[in-house]
């Protein structure tokens, strides 16, 4: 089955400074690669998914980088702020089909310090 | 439009005891999912169902289980309750099969 590797486990930036956080995923056929963020005591919440037909995805402070040669994604935060603290979880999925299902990575605890 | 609900928040329960826990998905979305989040285990997946249907299960043993209603909302059963069944539990729904809207979920201690 698809297996998710996340490094960092945990992330300390100043605030204004850049976040990156790197997946790696095992599964070649696996086509649907979501970000969550779960603040403390919250649900996790969808923030930005991208595709495999796609490189690269941008959300205003937020990017998703693919490459699907290597097997691996990352998150971009830019100018972080205080209440981007939070924990992160990246994921991939064979989306559609009967055996769907979205295999998460163990997340990344963010600190934002102002 | 309210979002995916769970219930209880809180489930304390002994070794041994069945735990039952609840969820109904957002209006429209068909397909149910339940998660398991230990500490420091990230968000491991235990059921999928649809249209009343499990479709795929986690690498979990068989005293976990469940079913989904007729109006889509679902239940997640474990007997046998042991202390490691700590966890958060989270269910999430989809309308489209790929984004996951969760609920705040259910911690249940095992004492």
């Known amino acids: 089955g698809e297996n998710v590797e996340q490094h960092p486990s945990t992330l300390s930036v100043q605030e204004g400074d850049s976040a990156v956080i790197k997946c790696t995923y095992s599964?070649?056929?696996?086509?649907?690669f979501p970000w969550y963020k779960q603040e403390l005591g919250k649900r996790p919440q969808l923030i930005i998914d991208i595709r495999s037909n796609v490189g690269e995805k941008k959300d205003q402070r937020i990017a998703v980088t693919l490459n699907k040669t290597a097997k691996h994604f990352s998150l971009h935060i830019t100018e972080t702020q205080p209440e981007d603290s939070a924990v992160y979880f990246c994921a991939a999925s064979r989306s559609g089909g009967s055996n769907y299902k979205l295999t998460f990575g163990k997340g990344t605890l963010l600190t934002v310090n102002p | 439009e309210a979002g995916v609900t769970q219930s209880p928040t809180h489930l304390i329960k002994t070794r041994g005891q069945q735990a039952t826990l609840r969820c109904s998905p957002i209006s429209g979305h068909t397909s149910v999912y339940w998660y398991q989040q230990a500490l420091g285990l990230g968000l491991q997946f235990l059921l999928w169902y649809d249209e009343g249907e499990e479709r795929n299960r986690g690498n979990f043993p068989p005293r976990f289980s469940g079913r989904q209603f007729p109006n889509y909302s679902s239940e997640l059963n474990v007997n046998a309750l042991e202390l490691e069944d700590s966890a958060l539990y989270l269910c999430?729904?989809?309308?489209?099969?790929?984004?996951?809207?969760f609920g705040s979920g259910t911690q249940l201690s095992v004492l």
């Open positions: 999430a729904s989809s309308g489209d099969g790929e984004k996951l809207f």
């Open positions: 599964d070649s056929a696996s086509n649907y």
